[in-house]
């Protein structure tokens, strides 16, 4: 790629064809193309059976030779993965959720021979009595702006044409023929840009300090793909959806702040994104857009995969530097920071995935369009994977500073079963758990840290009362001190030590001063330990003994688990009144424990009582309750 | 005091020359170790003292260091899997649904106790998962490459009986 | 050196702009506690200990890798940095084997040291152990586990500087133990048996096999001739077990011990350090004039030996051929002292006590028993002598000087003292060979080209016509660059001295201990070193083939250097050794 004429070109070839899937977009056709039919080919959707799916339609509309006419594109994540396997056919934009390979030949023979939409199929929120209603007003969708995941679910992340056409590669070659480093740095700096990867330093200062070092004997530009957290997958939804932008935005990085080698350090665990990933990179290579000269000019930049290996520190940015160095993933000592020292002791750049996601947008739309986007202090929009006890399991994408409550009631459609909410857990094992009266907070960095979580990478768990606030935070504990590293004391023993506690208390024995002694340890290992993990690992235990003290006090004083998640301090009740006396249960139980006569109400020998649940499950009339 | 080795080291001259051309393939470059482990891991399945040692020699990095990165990495194993892999996801969304009961569930069945992870017949191994990122079908196992979603105790005979031969 | 200006707890202090914090407070006379910190070799913030307040810092930091900045508020001895030090020592402790009171290092462990100036007096966090495991295998080294305290020092010594590796940090999180590969035993391994890692272990982790229980047997038993003898570096050190200032010489107070311990005879290993002399300067004689295989590359140390053995087995045949000194006195003893006393060789019990862990393998090695016997029969470490005299009741330092005994003890040369000091045996051979080339008694006496700390020093020595080129080379990092460049074809040399451990001897695996922060200030190296070197100036002889016992050695019984039974008893051969 030598300039912006031969990219301007593969995308005025392209427009119709990628521009027929665009909510906004009137094009109904493109040359001979006539209909397209998005298949999601995410990592849930593709566990779910989607590349099948794709095979089907294709060997239908080949049946049926329509080849020419109608085109099957496997894009990334459409973010509803409650509802997959998803399929969009356009120009109509019908969108079929759960779709089975079975009902694969209905669509291809209703929808895309005689025209009709397969109603049973479609999402429900979108039928309407005579037409479906566009995507962009479904309340999954409605609050949602998508500048991260624009391209995720619109174009076929393994066809580097299709990220052209959507103006890839336009901010590269914009800041490669427009714009000093300096200036680059500058509009990042002014978009108020804030790393998504967890703490929230400033993008633009970042960039900067990496700038300042000298380029002596080599530099580095960084991208940080080892998303950990439990219940995060924007990462890796980028990356499957679109990995274009963010190779697109280390090579803006790069030529910022002097660099020409790039390492992506991504999850071995994402299988599919690392293939993508792969396939972006050659492709991108074969078009000149790494490597040497890019864009006519004497910037040369190359990127290289590092898979990690199954530890979540190696997220932490020094663990990672470690890592790809070919060690255990151990973080070391701050200062040096990696802007000055950092891979291979050379001056590192390192950003996460969703962070570079930003970029390309930034360049293109300058950084007053960015900061019209947000609160004050955190610009722009966060990708949150909404997960747990929520209806609308997925990827959504908001501008900072919705509220939790729009987030989960609106987007996420509430609750389950009609269950309550009781908290929400960001930020994973650093962050902390929102409780109810909280959820009309305006998220953002700084409003996160004040309630005691964290924005994280954004995974956003919902937990109802159903959920013991001190199984969770032992479930975060527990993770803690598998995933530690084991390098500096406070972390590698201090949190097993407050598991430990955390286990007494759930298992009925607890004390009062174990409360206390909990506290302690968390703060004491908040102010040692070697890094931010270590730091933020007691950030569970804090956040529930913050707004959820009285379950733990349940817990030591009336050893009792009010939400009866902890077995040891459950015990099973038959409600005399609602016993019909059948005896279902007692034929269930595994141990003997129920007894009774017929048509009498029955009891249960909490002695014998294993407390597995397979009575409760089986009695029709709700009459065994847990205490 | 040594690890007992549950299953003889049986590698083969191929798998041996694919080794070999792994890392001659990394050698020089920098941090090549945990790429070749990588490799190696996809040749045996596993690593065993056998693997890191030719790559010991071959990398010239001390036994003990690649002992110390391969223990230290969840990824890598010194210890064969089972003809049916079985990961059990026990990342946040899948926990709060009952995963952990589907876990031990299926190690109950299996008939594994305490630590061991590999059935002594090498038909079974089982694991607890980090998220796998199916998050939309919680709970969910994979068995080698089938992925089972939205699960319950009650389903893990069921998928186990899939699994007879 | 470009200055800074700080301020610690209010006061104000100008530093050189590369000090970390630790390093800026010591020298205004301001104690941080450490642990995992070992000067230059283990700098990596992860034990905690440390921590400082710095104003405007979000946490606290690790004073020992934190760098210090113009302008910068240092506090030491806040509420909450006591609060968080004492925390992080409970927690340390809460996973520590704390039974003090039988451990090696008990009255000498850094950790139990720091819970007593920071005054910890409850264990608030009691709970689960790391698994851990003994490693008693190997004759010279013992891992215990469940005192370590994960410090790395061990770690980075074996790894950074002896470029062994033969242990590194395993597994991940609680579960992290330092261990071998498959928690093989050090045997097993390519382990030196340098003994490095203990030197530098802050608590009981690390020691040497208990080597005792037979000496004592031997002492007690009325059908043994004991006989000890005692290693030049010894002398140098041993008094730092009884509280004397680190480089005091005690040659006479150790005779005096070994003596009151019961010995029957007590000798100098620097006899047969004289006695190596003429065997190995015999050899690279006879190379040079031959053309036989060079560099000749010195043997008397079992840790550089046995690395040789597993990484460079290609230069087996540069090793020089003769024994190391006291495995050659053992075979003297069992022979040619046997014979003139009277007394079977199987009744000889040869003690070694030795600055040296590798040195207890090398007593193990089946070849070396030129007599059919064993040639040493125990090695001790200068660290077990002392608890030999501790046990005995000796006051040591009130001990009156005593004289090693004769027929071979009061009569050593300055030679044989300096082998245990880095370059002292190249000095020595030195001495040894010149005369012999130019045939005249020369009075240079003093090669100091090849003193001092340098890890590797080369030098080209003018004797006669001939320009010997020698390298000296200690500690085995050292070793293999010294190794690979002649590998490569970028040296080559006549004589190469090498020492397995990093300063020779006088700071090898067997040495008294000190804790870590006293070695950041004294250089242990070089002041036990002086010890040697003075001992050495003030020697009648100071040449080995001057030593009369000697001569009449050869004259009596052994015939000529490198002949027939000098071949027999005073030479050994070495084999290739796997790496794992």
Sequence with gaps: MKSLAELEAIKSKMKDFVDMRREDSACDHADSVRATVLVCGGTGCTSSSSPKIIKEFNDQIAAKGLENEVKVIQTGCFGLCALGPIVIVYPEGAFYSTVQVEDVEEIVTEHLVNGNIVTRLLYEETVQEDSIKSLNETNFYKKQMRIALRNCGVIDPENIDEYIALDGYKALSKVLTEMTPEQVIDVIKDSGLRGRGGGGFPTGIKWMLAAKSPNVIGKYVCCNADEGDPGAFMDRSVLEGDPHAVIEAMAIAAYAVNAEQGYIYIRAEYPIAVKRLQIAIDQAREYGLLGNGIFGTDFNFDLEIRLGAGAFVCGEETALMTSIEGMRGEPRPRPPFPAVKGLWEKPTLLNNVETYANIPQIILNGAEWFTSIGTEKSKGTKVFALGGKINNTGLVEVPMGTTLREIVEEIGGGIPNGKKFKAAQTGGPSGGCIPASLMDVAIDYDSLIQIGSMMGSGGLIVMDEDNCMVDIAKFFLEFTVDESCGKCTPCRIGTKRMLEILDRITKGNGCLEDLDKLEQLAYSIKESALCGLGQTAPNPVLSTLRYFRDEYEAHVIDKKCPAGVCKALVSYKIVADKCKGCSLCARQCPVGAISGEIKSPFTIDTSKCVKCGACVEKCKFGAIIVE | ?165 | MEMVTISINGKSISVPKDYTILQAARSAGIDIPTLCYLKDINEIGACRMCLVEVKGARTLVTACVYPVNEGMEVFTQTERVRKARKAVLELMLSNHNKKCLTCARNRNCELQTLAEELNVTELPYEGAQTPSTIDDVSPSIVRDNSKCILCRRCVAVCKKIQTVGAIDATQRGFNTTIGSSFEKSLNETDCAMCGQCVSVCPVGALYEKDGLAPVWKALADETKHVVVQTAPAVRAALGEEFGLPIGTPVTGKMAAALKALGFDKVFDTDFAADLTIMEEGTELLNRIKEGGKLPLITSCSPGWVKFCEHNFPDFLDNLSSAKSPHEMYGAILKSYYAEKAGIDPKDIFVVSVMPCTAKKFEAQRPELSGTGYPDVDAVLTTRELAKMIKEAGLKFNELEDAVFDSPFGDEATGAGVIFGATGGVMEAALRTVADVLTGKSLDKLDYTEVRGTEGIKEAAVKIADMDVKVAVAHGLGNARKLLNNIREGKADYHFIEIMGCPGGCVTGGGQPIQPAKVAAEIDLKAERAKALYAEDKAAGLRKSHENPYIKKLYEEYLGEPCGHKSHKLLHTHYQERPKY
Excluded at chain 2, 17 to 25: C, D, F, N, Q, Y
Excluded at chain 2, 37 to 46: D, K, R
Excluded at chain 2, 124 to 133: K, N, Q, W
Aim: with cysteine; hydrophobic share 35%; aromatic share 8%.
């Design chain 2, 1 to 165: 005091m040594n690890k007992q080795e549950t299953v003889a080291f049986n590698g083969t001259k191929e798998q041996e020359a694919k080794l070999m051309e792994a890392i001659a393939r990394h050698k020089g470059t920098d941090g090549a170790l945990i790429p070749v482990l990588h490799e190696a891991q996809s040749i045996y399945g596993y690593l065993p003292i056998e693997v890191q040692a030719m790559i010991s020699k071959n990398l010239d990095v001390p036994m003990a260091e690649i002992y110390g990165v391969v223990t230290f990495y969840t990824q890598f194993t010194t210890e064969p899997k089972g003809k049916y892999h079985i990961g059990v996801c026990l990342g946040t969304a899948c926990y709060v649904k009952g995963s952990g009961d589907i876990f031990n569930k299926i190690k109950e069945k299996i008939g594994l106790t305490g630590d061991s992870t590999c059935t002594p017949d090498g038909k079974f191994s089982i694991e607890a998962t980090r998220c796998i990122g199916a998050c939309g079908l919680a709970p969910v196992l994979t068995v080698n490459d089938e992925v089972y979603g939205k699960l319950t105790v009650d389903d893990v005979d069921r998928i186990l009986s899939k699994y007879t031969d």
